[in-house]
Structures are given as C-alpha cells and as structure tokens.
C-alpha cells in the first residue's frame, strides 16, 4: 500500500497547459508504477496515462498521445503530468494511481488512488 497525494489541478483556458503533480509514499514507493486516470461527471473512470518504476516505459490513452507526456521524478517518488493543448473535454478530476510492478499491463490493474485534482477547461 502506498498514499498518493495530487496537485496542480486548477481553471485553465482552451489551448492552455497545465502540469499535475502526484507524490508516493509508504511501503515499496520507490519500485512502483505510477498511472494518471481521469473521470468526468456522468462518465466512467478513463486510463491517461502510465509510467514503469524505472521512468523508462511509458504508456498513454491512444486519444490523448502527443498532447499529454507523463514523466517521473524517481528521486522523490513523483509523477508529473503534462497537458498541452487542453480542450474543455478533458475537464475532469484526475486522480494518481500506483501499484507494484508484476509484469502486467501499464493500463490497468491498479490498486492505489489518490484524493483527486480537478481540471477544468474553459472555452
């Protein structure tokens, strides 16, 4: 079990950027997979984006690749995500995700979250 803490989140125009914030801590926080989803009013849960322990493979939402890039700064166990070109589409709560590596998937399977950061994009 590992808590996941997010920031960044905030009120951004169409075709503006913004960056989230997520820190890892507790048991095994420095050999986990870390994930971004994302959940708009009224719709499911959707993968964002992933990246392994090691920062080296990275995983994106087909929809989104090319205008987000998740990055990890393993020193302090922190995932970033970077939104570019933001559309009012991608308002949403996006929440940090984590669970060990097992050789599965980057996309699914996790079974740690975090508070959630809201995303809100104005047109």
């Known amino acids: 079990q590992v808590q996941l803490v997010e920031s960044g989140g905030g009120l951004v125009q169409a075709g503006g950027s913004l960056r989230l914030s997520c820190t890892a801590s507790?048991?095994?926080?420095?050999?986990?997979?870390m994930a971004w989803f994302r959940q708009a009013p009224g719709n499911e849960r959707e993968f964002v984006a992933a990246v392994s322990w090691s920062g080296g493979v990275t995983a994106y939402a087909d929809a989104l690749k090319g205008r987000f890039t998740i990055s990890r700064g393993n020193l302090k166990n922190t995932v970033f995500l970077q939104m570019d070109n933001l559309r009012p589409e991608d308002t949403a709560v996006y929440y940090c995700?984590?669970?060990?590596?097992?050789?599965?998937?980057?996309?699914?399977?996790?079974?740690?979250w975090g508070q959630g950061t809201q995303v809100t994009v104005s047109s």
């Open positions: 995700a984590a669970k060990l590596p097992r050789g599965d998937s980057l996309r699914a399977g996790y079974d740690n």
């Open positions: 507790g048991r095994a926080f420095g050999l986990i997979i």
